[in-house]
């Protein structure tokens, strides 16, 4: 029998993801600007590419974290959840960069929106959009997630652009 007490905490428990994820991605955004720019851009770009990898890597960590999380060795356990942990932040930096792509397109439909508005409808639209029953839950969250991985490491691995080295003061000149 279902009580209202279970309805409320199942509520609870939907409102409370949306807001910390919405959270998550708002951080990310702001904290590594840099990053998930590489990410947006490589989203844009190459959607596919990004996806197809972000899916095999997520495939492939997620049977060695499953292998090391069952292991009895309390060492193997460690590094199965340090491995799952980098995960998340590689796939909440790509999350971000996605969510930095629609607040972009959010800001060509609504041109009076400041640019933290945006990002932060972007944001919570990227979010909203994998708690949708069905469609949401098993293909949309999905593939925004493999996308998330795949923009995220190449974002992570791609170099910095060189800063040019300062020039010296010319203190023979007359």
């Known amino acids: 029998m279902v009580t209202i ?25 702001l904290l ?3 990053r998930t720019a590489i990410a947006r851009a490589r989203i844009e770009h190459s959607p596919g590419k990004v996806t197809l990898l972000g899916a095999v890597i997520a495939l ?19 590094v199965g959840w340090i491995i799952y942990l980098l995960l998340l932040v590689v796939g909440a930096i ?17 041109p009076s929106l400041t640019p933290y508005a945006a990002l932060s409808r972007g944001a919570l639209f990227c ?11 098993f293909l949309v969250g999905p593939l925004m997630g493999f996308a998330s991985v795949g923009a995220g490491i190449e974002a992570l691995w791609a170099r910095s652009p060189a800063l040019a080295p300062s020039q010296p003061a010319n203190t023979t000149a007359p």
């Open 94 to 110: 790509g999350f971000s960069g996605l969510s930095r792509l629609v607040a972009e397109r959010l800001s060509r439909i609504e």
């Open 5 to 29: 007490g279970d309805v409320l905490a199942v509520v609870g428990i939907v409102v409370a993801s949306v807001l910390s994820l919405w959270a998550l991605v708002m951080a990310m955004s």
């Open 127 to 137: 979010v909203l959009a994998t708690f949708v029953p069905i469609l949401g839950w």
């Open 32 to 34: 590594f600007s840099e």
């Open 60 to 78: 492939v960590l997620g049977i060695v974290v499953a292998g090391l999380l069952n292991q009895p060795n309390g060492f193997l356990k460690l």
